[in-house]
T-cell receptor, first 116, second 110 residues
Framework: DSGVTQTPKHLITATGQRVTLRCSPR?????VYWYQQSLDQGLQFLIQ???????AKGNILERFSAQQFPDLHSELNLSSLELGDSALYFC???????????????FGPGTRLTVL | SQQGEEDPQALSIQEGENATMNCSYK?????LQWYRQNSGRGLVHLIL?????REKHSGRLRVTLDTSKKSSSLLITASRAADTASYFC??????????FGKGTTLSVSS
């Protein structure tokens, strides 16, 4: 058990809908990262938050957004869903996440999103 | 975009044998990490090797790093059926996002 929790485990929805994925980092970790894993693209970094502020952005679509709350949990919002958004979405947390530091990341169990 | 490329893509061995996976990457890194993923589940952090280290051990795992060749290898000794999983290398360039390779799928049969 990594100490990172994600809800829900599974999500089935229709195209055009909007969903919210939730992540609670390990106790004390300030950084939260979101990754998407699909068969064709592999594991892709989406976005990072550090202590409530956006720190880095990866291949995140404009239809996707995220935030980190004062209690450090994070939510990933996916809107106008398309079939191609079906994937495993992982959250990871790290004690650090600042440039030049060692960045061991601990992953949650993931949310499997299926868009029909 | 993928930074690391693992080789081989798939590996099948018998219990007790050693498994070696290789990873190549493209840019300068702070560190390189190896993760394991059991089918459809979360990633488990195995080991982190810093850019100024050449070799690191953790239990049955041995990781090497050659920054001049931009490559790393993961050796699992005395493999067990429970080692069956996908293994990913991930590079950390700037202390933020990890860039993952496509992984090596290891199958250990008893």
């Amino acid at each position: 058990d990594s100490g990172v929790t994600q809800t829900p485990k599974h999500l089935i929805t229709a195209t055009g809908q909007r969903v919210t994925l939730r992540c609670s980092p390990r106790s004390g970790d300030l950084s939260v990262y979101w990754y998407q894993q699909s068969l064709d693209q592999g594991l892709q970094f989406l976005i990072q938050y550090y202590n409530g502020e956006e720190r880095a952005k990866g291949n995140i679509l404009e239809r996707f957004s995220a935030q980190q709350f004062p209690d450090l949990h994070s939510e990933l919002n996916l809107s106008s869903l398309e079939l191609g958004d079906s994937a495993l979405y992982f959250c990871a947390s790290s004690a650090r996440g600042l440039a030049g530091s060692y960045n061991e990341q601990f992953f949650g169990p993931g949310t499997r999103l299926t868009v029909l | 975009s993928q930074q690391g490329e693992e080789d081989p893509q798939a590996l099948s061995i018998q219990e007790g044998e050693n498994a070696t996976m290789n990873c190549s990457y493209k840019t300068s890194i702070n560190n390189l990490q190896w993760y394991r993923q059991n089918s459809g589940r979360g990633l488990v952090h195995l080991i982190l090797i810093r850019s100024n280290e050449r070799e690191k051990h953790s239990g049955r795992l041995r990781v090497t790093l050659d920054t001049s060749k931009k490559s790393s290898s993961l050796l699992i000794t005395a493999s067990r059926a429970a080692d069956t999983a996908s293994y990913f290398c991930a590079t950390d360039e700037a202390g933020t996002a990890l860039i993952f390779g496509k992984g090596t799928t290891l199958s250990v049969s008893s």
